[in-house]
């Protein structure tokens, strides 16, 4: 039985912004659209998202200049890292200048970016121009037939790869590279994904398949647990624990005993991580979310658009931090069960 409270894990500064369990803002994900190439079945399946299904017109995104501002405010309540998510967020035109003027807003001192890699080898260097710190690019198998029928798209494992290669060429190292593990699907692969990075100087982190959203049929069953994932690893390459890099990482690290590199676990389900999360993520069009399985979102848009000052935003986005207490994966069990949630594509992983 998991505890009804969270204890703060580490000291946190008196001036931080906290919530109910004094957790401090520290990282925003920001979504740049809910539009994807891909149709990964644990995130956007086909029968959900084909030809029929509505995305948000143009207008309803968030513009860039909207999201700087938002930014700005966050900034200034403590936030010092920002991710750039989707959908894919490659699919969104001038997508470098966007990152160009977030790196450039005080307080924000690292800039990354999730994606699926299939236009990373085009623009890379692009990317780091504009001053992207660091990516991280979703492969799920290097089984060329296992990964192209889990995108759904019969994109291949090597043209993953060339993006791989071309933004570590471009400086953006080390790259961290996401595979979720599904049982029967693509587990069987998860040793051959560690082979083929080990050594490498990136870093593969395995998450264990979520019950993101309501549309890809997720059950327990289909779950690999973290600790049998490392246990597979260990027995070919002897694996060692590693402390976190900083308070509030998701994945444990585990280092191989020979010194040739690391892996990350994601463990959302079987070791819930909710004392440490210091993520607020803001969806497409420009809602505010405390959770990744949140159910609901406050309207950021309509305040920047009916002309709301920076203060006004504070005060809106303070209000939110400081009565937050999300805890779902602590929580996951019947008291959750048949709660609707915001879909993965709509404010990123």
């Given at each position: 039985m998991e505890p009804d409270n969270l204890e703060p894990s580490n000291p946190v500064s008196p001036t931080a912004l906290v919530d109910t369990f004094s957790r401090p803002m520290r990282d925003l994900r920001i979504s740049v659209t809910d539009r994807c190439n891909f149709r990964c079945r644990y995130c956007m399946p086909k029968e959900?998202?084909?030809?029929?299904?509505?995305?948000?017109?143009?207008?309803?995104?968030?513009?860039?200049?909207?999201?700087?501002?938002?930014?700005?405010?966050?900034?200034?309540?403590?936030?010092?890292?920002?991710?750039?998510t989707g959908g894919e967020p490659l699919l969104r035109r001038n997508l470098e200048d966007l990152i160009g003027s977030i790196k450039g807003i005080e307080g924000i001192e690292d800039v990354t970016l999730t994606t699926n890699a299939s236009l990373l080898e085009r623009k890379a260097g692009s990317l780091v121009a504009a001053g992207l710190d660091r990516v991280t690019v979703s492969l799920d198998s290097l089984d060329n037939d296992?990964?192209?029928?889990?995108?759904?798209?019969?994109?291949?494992?090597?043209?993953?790869?060339?993006?791989?290669?071309?933004?570590?060429?471009?400086?953006?190292?080390?790259?961290?590279?996401?595979?979720?593990?599904?049982?029967?699907?693509?587990?069987?692969?998860?040793?051959?994904?560690?082979?083929?990075?080990?050594?490498?100087?990136?870093?593969?982190r395995y998450i264990e398949y979520m019950d993101v959203g309501t549309t890809n049929q997720w059950c327990m069953d289909d779950v690999v647990p973290g600790k049998d994932i490392v246990a597979m690893i260990s027995e070919a390459f002897p694996l060692e624990p590693v402390d976190p890099?900083?308070?509030?990482?998701?994945?444990?690290?585990?280092?191989?005993?020979?010194?040739?590199?690391?892996?990350?676990?994601?463990?959302?389900v079987t070791q819930p991580f909710c004392?440490?999360?210091?993520?607020?993520?803001?969806?497409?069009?420009?809602?505010?979310?405390?959770?990744?399985?949140?159910?609901?979102?406050?309207?950021?848009?309509?305040?920047?658009?009916?002309?709301?000052?920076d203060e006004e935003l504070s005060d809106t986005i303070r209000s939110v931090w400081t009565a937050r207490d999300d805890r779902y994966s602590q929580l996951r069990s019947s008291r959750t069960a048949g709660l609707r949630k915001v879909e993965m594509s709509y404010i990123g992983g």
């Open positions: 959900i998202f084909n030809r029929d299904y509505e995305f948000l017109a143009r207008d309803l995104l968030l513009s860039f200049e909207e999201i700087g501002r938002i930014v700005t405010v966050f900034a200034d309540l403590g936030v010092n890292k920002i991710r750039i296992v990964f192209m029928a889990m995108n759904d798209v019969g994109f291949s494992v090597d043209d993953v790869l060339a993006g791989i290669d071309a933004a570590a060429a471009a400086g953006l190292t080390p790259i961290k590279i996401n595979m979720v593990v599904q049982k029967g699907v693509n587990d069987h692969t998860i040793v051959d994904m560690a082979r083929h990075f080990k050594g490498s100087g990136h870093i593969v890099n900083y308070t509030g990482e998701v994945a444990a690290r585990w280092q191989y005993a020979d010194g040739t590199g690391e892996i990350g676990v994601i463990t959302s004392a440490t999360c210091t993520r607020a993520r803001i969806s497409a069009e420009g809602s505010l979310y405390t959770c990744l399985f949140a159910s609901g979102g406050t309207d950021l848009r309509s305040m920047l658009r009916a002309g709301a000052s």
